[in-house]
């Protein structure tokens, strides 16, 4: 018995010719990535299995590798991994149905690609710049001369005035770190933290002729606090956090 085949989707481009983009492989299969076309717009597709698709390492590199393949040479509206509609006509009607957020996306999009940026404290330095706070010296100093029992309230406050510093700690990387690259990019955002170590969560929308500016700003930050904090600056992408498209029903005739 044959598999019952979709079409997955990747993302949406600007192009009225077909284009072949490889294979890509989905489902334990090696499928041809192709586009669909509508309104002078293309769905980069492939056809593959419907189904639930395991969002393991394997699959999601998969996914992501056709995506920078296609970034390569257009701005691309990403679709999110796993998405899959039975057949051509379900694309075209989807399409249709987000033919005016495409108008108001590409514009923003086009020539610009999304980076990442975290910043994570190292523990040693954390440790080493909240003791040096007064209010947590004279904390430390009054929970080690009392009973574990009397100074559990004590216990309590260093606990916060610990969360408390570390907050001025992300304020401090929002004011010195973030906007100072925000004011390079197109657009910027930042994310919350995921980590009480974590200093910083930030995504950059920037101009493709501006990225060399920006990473060299990147750099020189990372050169400043190489010493105090560990940096992850991942990129290009498409603008994932820079794009919300909402599906709506049309209201019945």
């Given at each position: 018995m044959s598999e019952e085949l979709g079409v997955y989707m990747f993302g949406v481009i600007e192009e009225k010719e077909p284009v072949n983009f490889g294979h890509v492989v989905l489902a334990e299969g090696e499928r041809p990535v192709y586009t669909i076309h509508k309104n002078n717009r293309a769905m980069v597709a492939a056809d593959a299995p419907i189904q639930i698709y395991d969002p393991s390492r394997k699959n999601l590199q998969a996914h992501q590798e056709i995506v920078s393949k296609v970034m390569a040479s257009y701005d691309i509206i990403p679709m999110s991994f796993g998405n899959v509609l039975e057949g051509t006509e379900d694309i075209h009607i989807l399409m249709d149905k987000l033919d005016e957020q495409f108008d108001e996306i590409f514009p923003k999009i086009r020539n610009k690609i999304e980076v990442g940026l975290k910043i994570i404290g190292k523990k040693e330095w954390l440790s080493e710049k909240v003791n040096q706070e007064p209010h947590v010296k004279a904390l430390q100093k009054r929970t080690r001369n009392k009973e574990k029992n009397?100074?559990?309230?004590?216990?309590?406050?260093?606990?916060?005035?610990?969360?408390?510093f570390m907050m001025n700690l992300h304020y401090q990387f929002e004011e010195d770190v973030f906007q100072p690259l925000a004011d390079m990019a197109a657009a910027a955002k930042s994310n919350e933290v995921i980590?009480?170590?974590?200093?910083?969560?930030?995504?950059?929308?920037?101009?493709?002729?501006?990225?060399?500016?920006?990473?060299?700003?990147?750099?020189?930050?990372?050169?400043?606090?190489?010493?105090?904090?560990?940096?992850?600056?991942?990129?290009?992408?498409?603008?994932?956090?820079?794009i919300d498209i909402k599906l709506k029903a049309k209201n019945p005739t």
């Open positions: 009397a100074s559990y309230y004590d216990r309590m406050e260093l606990g916060e005035t610990a969360h408390k980590s009480e170590r974590m200093l910083l969560n930030a995504s950059f929308l920037i101009d493709k002729e501006k990225e060399e500016a920006f990473d060299a700003k990147v750099n020189e930050i990372y050169n400043e606090w190489l010493d105090k904090a560990e940096f992850k600056y991942t990129g290009p992408w498409p603008a994932y956090n820079f």
